[in-house]
């Protein structure tokens, strides 16, 4: 795949060709999840990080996207290294907090990062866990600055890129602007329409999410695609038609871009995004 094609993959707002859709359409999930409904399916408290090891074949989280680490996506200004890899290691973790920190990039690593101004990480768990429906959540704090993008989505799986398809079915649980205060965005991206639609929700809340930590939440079924902050619904959707496959976790912290634009002299670095948990469930009900 080429640049081009990728940089339609993107997060929300970063669409390409595609075509932008004001989502509209409601559900009758509930407005406050109930806990009793859900029976875990996956869990991840980080009092380690379990990397994903190619050679064995074992390991749950991946610090690279399904294409080659040195393409670049929506004109993003980071390189996501791995600890073994580049001999430094964006991931940290402290009393089963994991942070993801972004920086700029050392000079040793200079020559080895695509020309990128900043480094930072990437975790997916493409190889160790996915699922189809259910309920998928992260509870996180999110860094505040001009140019810092903390995300947490879902794609869906696949042993490799599949041939001839230039984009996939995309949630956005959780994408944060480090520079608008206290709003946050959610968002569905679907093909079964043919070209990129994407459907996009602006969520102002009535604190930062960078003032401290949140439960961010997507329930999807056959149905509707509901979201959730702290466990109160903020937004649905109806299911799109190509949303048929096993999805996976994605978390990043991308910086610059063409969505959030280039950090400032009042971003700070190194900046952290900061996961206590990420968990999935089934209905049970």
Known sequence: MNKTVFATLGLSCIIGTGVLVQAQAQSKAPAVLNDECWAPSFNDDFETLDYWNPQTQTGQWKTSYIWDRNTIINEEEQFYIDPIEHGISPFSINNGILSITADRTPENLKSRVAGQAYVSGVLTTENGFAQQYGRFE???????????????????????????????????????????????????????????????????????????????????????????????????????????????????????????????????????YQIDYVRAYINKC
Do not use: C
């Not at 608008?180 to 093909?191: I, V, W």
């Not at 043919?194 to 459907?199: A, D, K, N, T, V």
């Open 138 to 272: 992260a509870y996180a704090k999110v860094p505040e600055g001009k140019g810092l993008w903390s995300a947490f989505w879902l794609l869906p799986s696949f042993d490799q890129w599949p041939a001839g398809v230039a984009v996939l079915p995309e949630i956005d649980v959780m994408e944060y602007l480090g520079h608008e205060g206290a709003t946050y965005h959610t968002t569905l991206h679907t093909n079964q329409n043919g070209p990129l639609e994407s459907h996009p929700y602006k969520h102002k809340l009535k604190t930062k999410p960078s003032d401290g930590f949140h439960l961010y939440t997507v329930v999807w079924t056959p149905q509707s695609v509901d979201w959730y902050f702290d466990k109160r619904k903020v937004a649905s959707h109806k299911t799109p038609k190509d949303f048929t496959r096993p999805v996976h976790f994605l978390l990043n912290l991308a910086v610059g871009g063409k969505w959030p634009g280039s950090p400032d002299r009042s971003t700070r670095f190194p900046a952290q």
